[in-house]
């Protein structure tokens, strides 16, 4: 078992759900992104998705594309945020998984992106641009290395692929919960409880739910229906207007204290 897919389980042990927040690393600056990580990993999240700033970020909803668009003002690049995590690797335990879209990536080169990513302490990946079908090249370079490959699985997926999509997955897999971009939803499908339970039948490794979550009702709802969460926009937003009081309450309804304080 990974290191990533162990830091879920354990929270499935502990009877909570996953939390994982989703950040634009360099957001306010490539100096945040230290005291960012070791405030989440204090509040007691899962696992972090570190996002690379990235000028044509197709999946992303606004909130996500305008935090890449002022950590690109900045001067931010992914060289530079795993240069960053390699500088405090040593005060980080929650598990980190950098979410890239390939045109980066290439441009840096496979290897020393790999290199770097070790170097960083980085245990896996999400890019979204990069299909099952075309992630040996991520496969061969990354998984030497003990990087996990995270791949996404949409709601339009067919059976068939579900299963190859859940058999691929290393550390989670990633469900996406709405046909779409990122960004905050007031609705969901109102049959994601069948989608839910026929993914987590054909998965052996714990099956998170993202996209369009950010009230801690619908952490709770979704977790219900999941082995846990992963909130982008709402905490992209929250960090940026430094409301952390949003961010702990999002992620204690992940450990049920919201569900035992409504009782
Ligand atoms: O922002 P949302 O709706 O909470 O969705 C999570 C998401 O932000 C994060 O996982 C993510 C950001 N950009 C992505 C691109 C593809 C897949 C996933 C992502």
């Known amino acids: 078992m990974t290191t990533l897919q162990q830091a879920i389980e354990q929270m499935k042990v502990a009877g909570n759900k996953a939390f994982v927040p989703y950040i634009m690393a360099g ?10 990580i070791l405030k989440l990993q204090q509040i007691g999240v899962t696992a972090i998705e570190v996002g690379i700033p990235f000028s044509d970020p197709v999946a992303d909803g606004p909130t996500i ?19 960053a995590l390699a500088s405090f690797k040593e005060e980080i335990q929650v598990p980190l998984v950098v979410m890239t879209y390939f ?34 090249i991520l496969h061969d370079e990354l998984n030497p290395y003990g990087i996990d490959i995270v791949q996404l699985v949409s709601l ?10 859940a058999a691929a997955s290393q550390g989670f897999v990633y469900a996406v919960t709405v046909n779409g971009i990122t960004g905050a939803r007031t609705s969901f499908a109102n049959d994601l409880d ?20 950010s009230t801690p009702e619908q ?4 977790g219900a229906l999941s082995d846990g969460v992963i909130v982008g ?13 949003k961010v702990e309450a999002l992620v204690s309804a992940s450990k049920g204290e919201l569900e035992k304080s409504t009782l």
């Open 27 to 36: 957001d306010g600056g490539l100096e945040t992104l230290k005291p960012t």
């Open 65 to 83: 594309e305008q935090a890449g668009e002022r950590a690109l003002a900045e001067g931010v690049t992914l060289r530079k945020v795993l240069a």
């Open 103 to 136: 045109n980066p990536v290439l441009a840096y080169g496979l290897e020393a992106f790999a290199k770097a990513c070790v170097a960083g302490g980085v245990k896996g990946l999400i890019v979204p641009d990069v299909p099952l079908e075309e992630s040996a």
């Open 156 to 165: 339009t997926s067919p059976p068939e692929r579900i299963a190859r999509i």
């Open 194 to 213: 069948g989608h839910f339970a026929r993914l987590r039948e054909v998965s052996q490794i714990p099956v998170l739910a993202g996209f369009g979550i």
């Open 219 to 222: 952490v709770v709802s979704m």
């Open 233 to 245: 926009s709402a905490i992209v937003t929250a960090l940026h207007e430094g409301d952390l009081e």
